[in-house]
Each structure stands twice: as C-alpha cells, then as structure tokens.
C-alpha cells in the first residue's frame, strides 16, 4: 500500500486529526486520484494517518496510507497533482511504496519551544535540564477513565535543552509513541509542576522525525 | 495571524473555524483592492459556511473588479470571551485584518433570533451599534436576506437594506460604493445615491408615526424624493445567473458538508403559513442540462462525495426526472451520495427514493403541519392522509422502520378535535406499519414533533393572533396525553423562542432597542439551546417598556398600517386578503401548476412567464 510523507504548518495546524482525513480524501478526489472504498453499506474512501497529531501542533513528518482505485499513478505524480489541490500548510513532501509497518513505529523527535514574554527567567535552562536529569517525573495525563498520574522519564531517550534568545528555550527531545507513548505536550506540564518559577508563557510544539525502535529513521 | 490569536486557538473548541485557510478561499493582493466587503453572517462557521445564499453572493462579489469580499462569522461564547479579555477585534478570516478596518459590513439575515449576534458582532468590531452614530462613509453597514422583507426591528442599526435575490442588486452597490469612495462622498451622499438603486431600503430617511392606541399611523418620508415602495429585486434567467462552481471547501466539518445544486427558486405551493413559500415567488426553474453540468463542475473542484439537490420543494422541479436521470449514474461511477430533500409523497419520488441509497439513513420524514384535513385545507398543505399512509405502507413493506412527523400547534382556526388529529393519524402510522412490516421484531420508531406557529409577514396569516405560550402547552400536554404507544417520541418546541420570533418577525422600530438592551444582559446565540435565556428578554422588555403581546396575541387588523406594507416582495396584500379568506372556510388553492391563482408575483418577470 502506498504511504505519503506530509507536513502540516501554519494555519493547517489547526485542523484536527478528523478534519484532515476528510480533507484528505476530497484532495484526491480533485485530483483525479480514486481511492479505493471501504466495503459495507456505507463505503468510505480509505485513507490512514499515522499517530494522530493534537490541533495546534506543527510537523514535517506526517505518515498516511491509502490505497487508489484503478491504474497505477507514478509517485511523483501523486505528489504533485495533490500539493497542486492542497490548502496551505498541507504539503506532500514524498509517495513511496512499501512503508515499514507502522506497529515498528517507536519514537519520534519533537521541538518544544517555551515563550517568555517578559524575557527568559535567569536559570531556566539549567532547571528544566536538571529537572528532566530525575530518575522519575510523575505527571497527571488525560485518559478515558479521567487524569491518571504518568511517569515520563521512561519514555524520554534523549533531551537537550537551549535558549535560543531573551525569550525562547527549546527543548529538542526523542520520546516514546507507540506502546506506550507520551505527548510532548507533557513535557511542558512537568515544567509547569514542577518548576511553576520557570512556567512559560506560551508553548509550541512541532513533530520533527519518525523513528523505529532501534532509532532508525522510519519510512 | 498575530501572535494574540495562536496564543487563543489552542484554548476554544474548533479553533480551524476562526483561520480561513480552505480550499478556493478567495484571496486578492490589497495594492489591487478597492473596496473591501466584510460579509458578516450573524452565526456560526458551521451555519454560515452552509449557506448557499452566502456561498453565491460571495462568489458575486469577489468576480467584481477592484473588490475584495471576506467572510466573518458569529465566535462560540468561549471565544468571544477570549476576545473580550485581551481585546481582540473581530476579524474577517481571509486577510485576518479587523472588520473595522473594511469599507463595506454586509450581512446576511435568515432568521429573527440572529438579530442579538448582529449587534454583537458590531459590538466585537468595535463599531457604534447605532447608525446614527456611524458618520463616515466607511464602516456602512448595510444587510439582505429574508428577514429584510421586515426590516424595522433593525431599523436603527443598519444603515441600508437590499431587498430580495442578491446577485444583481449588489453588484449595483458596490460599484456605486466603489464610485463614491473614489470621489470622497459623505455618508449621507451615498445614502441618497444608493436609495435610487430599485430594492434599496434606507430607513433613516422615514419617520413612523404611531397613532394613540399604539398602532402605526403613518410613514413619512424625511427627505424629498424617496421612494415609498421598495420592491424586491429578483433573477429571471437562472441558466444564465452567476453560478460559484469553485466554492469554498471548508477544512472542518460544518453542518451541510456536502456540495449543494440549487435547481429552481420559488414554491408552486402556498401553504398559508409559509414565508418563503410566497417571498420568494415567482416560480423560475433551471434547466436539467445547466444543473448537470453546474453539478459535475462543482463535484470535480471540490473533491466532495456527497451532492444535494436543494430548493423549497424539490419534488416540483420540473426537470427533476431528466437531471436524476443523468445524475444517478454520474453519482455512481464517481461514488458520490447523491440527497434529494424535501421529496414530496408523490409516486415519482417514491422511485426516486428507492432509487437514491441515501434515504435509508434519514428514514421517512412528512410535514402534513395539521393533524386533520379540516386543517390541512386552512393552511393549504396539500398532503393527505392517505398519500402519508400509502408512502409509509410501500416503506415499511421495504424495510423501513422509522418515520418523522412535524406538525405546527397553534394554527388559526386550530381546535382540540385538530389536535388529536395529529395522534390519530400517527396511531394510523403505526397500524400501517403492523399490516405491512417485513421484519416486526426491529419495531417501529415514529418521531413526532410540533412547533409553535409563528405568524410571518407576507403570507396569509401576517394578521393572526399567535396564540398563548399557557395555551400552546396545554395542547402540547393533550396531545402528548393521547400518545398510548413505546414506538411514539414526541418531542414539543418550548414556547419561548417562538413567541419572540413572532415578535420580531412581525416588530416595528419599537422593538429595536429591546434588542440591544438584551443583547447588553447578554443575551446571544439565542438560536442555540446552551445558551438561549428567555430571562434576559423577559427583563428586557420590561425595561423598554414594550408589551410582547402587542406583537403576538393581540394580531393585527387588516385595515391596519403594516410595518413591512412598504416592502413588496410581488405577492399583492389584496391576495394574502383573499387567500386569509380562503382559509377561513377551508377552501384549498391549487397550485400553480393546475392553474395560476393570480399572487400577483408575476408582475416581476419580463423576459420570461412565471414557472414556464
Ligand atoms: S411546499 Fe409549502 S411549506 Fe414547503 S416551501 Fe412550498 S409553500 Fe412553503
Ligand atoms: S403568478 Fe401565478 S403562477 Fe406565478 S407564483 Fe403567483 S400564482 Fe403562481
């Protein structure tokens, strides 16, 4: 099945995982690309996107399978007939055949940048970096059965901490996302816990690269 | 977008509504633009984005030279409060620049219980309320739209009206805007120029004059020279007529998520009570061909797989057979869902319904509005029981086990006989369903609703008593008290909404300030139940002393001056007179197709004969 690599910046983010499959399948329908339909009563034009993506949140390594109805299309074709009827900030960046099985996905690189308007605190990069030097964080997370406490420090393998200027500090990490996974976003809730001194004003958050479990780059 | 908004996006629910950003939005270079339209639709994304009224006028505006048109919609309450607190003006989506920023604020205005988002999004822009306090050329604000064929509610606040079909008159606008700006007009000098354009409202140039008793004793013209007829302007040729093919696709689902074919305009119908059945005669049809090639333009540049023929009785389109005929098939090759409502009971669309796939999910919906064809006949509904029974017994014969019935309590003439009409005939429902069911054992689900009728202007009952909110719910209970089955819901409209929607649709000037004072109580989406709050107009009214009575129970004297009088959407008063008649000795009009029983709306065509 083929698999196309997207990105998903700038008023895009915006769009929620629902949204974007919908939007999605009416992009290759104005492309002329057919997709094939699910079976049953009520057929639905297939299309996968891997590890959901929060509203807000910028990416540049966004995974979807699909699968076309009829005669073969040429990758680079694919590619361009659909940035040529994509919204802004939905941009394909690759069509390949033979993705990885995306159970093998594992980790993946984010970039979190905290946002101090009234300028960076004096030691806030040294804090963040020695609170995440912790042998364990407990933090609460959202789940079906309401918040329930979360240990990160387990899913993070690497973590550098920067500030960039007066106002930003990033923090580039590599974390867990499949079985078990944690959102990058809960790296800012345990700065905000645990160091309310140092709380940003403002989080943004971006997926950088897809990783498999032996940190190889996954396609 | 600024840093302030991204900050908010993350906090409010549905944050893609508030970015633009879709497919074919359409955006133009400012060193190009010289008169920027702000259209404001006074509710949410979600609605207003499925409008096709917007949806056209959109496209009109933005084919024109030298304009830019954007769009703007009514923020949820999470976000309004956002705005409040850090003092974020509304903005339009396209360039996200603030409203205020824009030559021309148009809105378009379907449904009375908007009017409190209409002030509250020029509250949000940070623009006066008041006309009268807006004093330059720029920021004139001006609305069409059904509710403009009873425009006085809004009188202070909206500084012109256009009457009827907008894609010629506003063309006919914006150029005299464009002109007036070029040559640095006042206000006023475009007020008087506009007010020439056929169909052009300015109601700042009359006064009303109320006699002793409350009643309105005379309109005067302020100015020399107004007119004091305002016609509605209309399109004769709809082949012809600007048709968007590339519409916007919304990137978030809203509640028409589909593309939609409108094939003709107008109802052959009359039923009594119906405002767009006679405002938006004449009868002007599409050709079958000019739709099919409309619907496959649209369904290729949007990439939608679901396409709906719309209009007030789609079932009437005379062409329907020959555009389903070539629609069905395109629709299935493509894997598009081809919807066809308000499907009449007819044998002809009981084909098409089968041939269709998508009824299945919606079940069988009718509106028969009266329980007995005593009734019926009063507000000419021309569906009888036994075309209701005959489509519900083919139906359930074919595995359909759920039916929606609406009804309207309240008619004239309604007595408690007509009442429990309405649980015979769904007890008939149901025996029909127990002759004929292929498979008993998944039960049979019937949905009954009523609604609390509203007198509307322009139709034959615009005189009407509504009834007492005490009276509509003691009926609401009788019925509800000769339901006996489990497979019956019934669900009754509250009174509340509909008795204010009364008052405005049928309000003069007086009730305009009831509508700002409860807008600053706070009242705002009223037509969404989370947030609708009966109490802040009750308190409202109470301040501006103005009696909701005068408005709803009382009905109006049909020698009496009417608010709406000088507005002529076609249909003479001599026949809303006639018809009013009619229906007091339960005499049915045919349509217009046995014959044309004289509305009056013909007088709008030139070129061509009313639904030729
Ligand atoms: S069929 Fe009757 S209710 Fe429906 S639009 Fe026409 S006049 Fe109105
Ligand atoms: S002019 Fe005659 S045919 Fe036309 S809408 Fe009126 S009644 Fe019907």
Redesign the pocket.
């Known amino acids: 099945m083929p698999r196309l690599l997207f990105e998903k910046t700038g008023n895009a983010v915006w769009i929620s995982h629902l949204d974007l499959m919908r939007l999605f399948q009416r992009a290759f329908q104005r492309a002329k690309l057919p997709l094939k339909h699910s079976q049953g009563f009520n057929p639905r034009p297939y299309v996968a996107v891997a590890l959901p993506l929060s509203v807000g949140v910028e990416s540049v390594c966004e995974l979807l399978d699909f699968d076309l109805d009829g005669a073969s299309v040429p990758d680079d074709e694919i590619r361009d007939s659909l940035n040529r009827v994509l919204v802004d900030g939905v941009r394909v960046l690759d069509v390949y055949e033979d993705g990885q099985k995306i159970k093998n996905l594992a980790l993946l690189d984010c970039v979190l940048t905290l946002e101090y308007d009234r300028g960076v605190p004096e030691g806030t990069a040294e804090a963040v970096e020695a609170l995440f030097a912790r042998p364990s964080l407990p933090v609460m997370k959202k789940s079906k059965n309401g918040p329930v406490e979360q240990d990160i420090i387990p899913m993070i393998r690497q973590l550098r901490v920067d500030q960039n200027d007066g106002h930003t500090v990033t923090l580039e990490a590599r974390v867990c996302c499949q079985n078990p996974s944690l959102n990058p976003m809960q790296l800012a809730a345990a700065v905000d816990k645990y160091l309310p001194e140092f709380r940003p004003d403002f989080v943004k958050s971006r997926r950088v690269a897809l990783y498999d479990a032996q940190g190889n780059i996954f396609r | 977008m600024t840093e302030l908004l991204k900050r908010i996006l993350p906090t409010v629910q549905k944050p893609a509504r508030y970015t633009g950003g879709e497919f074919n939005e359409i955006k133009k270079d400012l060193a190009s633009v010289r008169v920027r339209v702000a259209f404001c639709f006074p509710d949410t994304y979600e609605i207003g984005m499925s409008n096709l009224g917007m949806r056209i006028l959109y496209g009109v505006m933005n084919e024109m030279d030298g304009v830019w048109c954007e769009r703007v919609f009514t923020p949820w309450a999470d976000m309004e409060q956002a705005m409040v607190e850090n003092h974020l003006p509304l903005w339009a989506l396209e360039s996200q620049d603030p409203v205020k920023d824009f030559d021309m604020i148009a809105f378009t205005i379907g449904y009375e219980m908007c009017y409190t988002n209409i002030l509250n999004m020029l509250r949000l822009a940070g623009l006066p309320l008041h006309s009268r306090d807006r004093n330059d050329l720029k920021n004139i604000v001006f609305a069409g739209g059904v509710c403009a064929y009873n425009p006085e509610p809004l009188a202070d606040f909206i500084d012109f009206f256009s009457l009827g079909e907008g894609e010629e008159i506003t063309v006919e606008i914006v150029s005299l805007y464009d002109r007036a700006k070029a040559e640095g007009w006042t206000k006023e000098a475009f007020l008087l120029e506009v007010a020439k354009i056929p169909g052009v409202y300015v109601p700042s140039f009359y006064r009303h004059e109320y006699a002793e008793d409350g009643t309105l004793a005379r309109i005067v013209p302020l100015v020399e020279g107004v007119p004091t007829k305002f016609t509605k302007r209309i399109v004769e040729d709809l082949d012809k007529a600007y048709w968007p093919t590339k519409m916007i696709v919304p990137s978030t689902e809203i509640v028409h998520d589909r593309a939609n074919l409108e094939v003709f305009r107008?109802c052959?119908r009359g039923c009594r009570f119906c405002q767009a059945g006679f405002s938006c005669?004449?009868?002007r049809r599409k050709s079958a061909k000019v739709l099919f090639d409309q619907a496959v333009e649209t369904m290729e540049d949007s990439g939608h797989n679901e396409l709906t023929l719309s209009s007030l009785s789609t079932s009437d389109f005379r062409g329907l057979k020959e555009l389903t005929d070539d629609l069905i098939p395109y629709c299935a090759d493509h894997k598009i869902n081809l919807s066809v409502p308000s499907l009449r009971a007819d044998n002809f669309s009981r084909d098409l319904m089968e041939r269709l796939q998508t009824v299945r999910k919606s079940g069988l919906t009718f509106a028969p509005e009266a329980g007995t064809q005593r009734l019926r006949d009063v507000i000419n509904k021309n569906l009888t029981e036994e075309e209701i029974l005959t489509t519900c017994a083919n139906a359930f014969s074919g595995g359909w086990n759920n039916v929606k019935l609406y009804f309207m309590l309240g008619l004239p003439t309604e007595t408690d006989e007509d009442v429990l009409g309405i649980a015979d005939l769904v007890y008939k429902v149901i025996k029909t369903w127990q002759a004929n069911a292929v498979n008993k054992k998944r039960g049979l689900r019937v949905h009954v609703a009523t609604a609390f009728f509203v007198p509307k202007p322009h139709t034959p009952f615009q005189w009407e008593k509504q009834i007492t909110p005490e009276e509509y719910l003691r009926r609401c209970r009788l019925l509800k008290s000769h339901f006996y089955s489990k497979s019956i819901t019934y669900d009754y409209h509250g009174p509340d909404l509909s008795r204010l929607e009364a008052v405005f649709a049928r309000g003069d000037r007086r009730v305009g300030p009831v509508i700002e004072e409860a807008m600053n109580r706070g009242a705002k989406l009223d037509g969404w139940d989370e947030f609708f709050n009966y109490s802040y107009w009750v308190d409202a009214f109470d301040a501006c002393g103005v009696d909701m009575e005068y408005y709803t129970t009382r009905g109006f004297g049909e020698d009496e001056l009417l608010p709406w009088d000088p507005m002529d959407v076609g249909v003479t008063k001599r026949f809303l007179q006639l018809e009013r008649k009619r229906a007091y000795e339960a005499k049915v009009t045919p349509d217009?197709r046995e014959g044309?029983?004289?509305?009056?709306?013909?007088c709008l065509l030139k070129e061509v004969d009313?639904?030729a």
Do not use: E
């Open positions: 107008g052959i005669r004449p009868v217009c044309c029983a004289g509305c009056g709306a013909n009313c639904d």
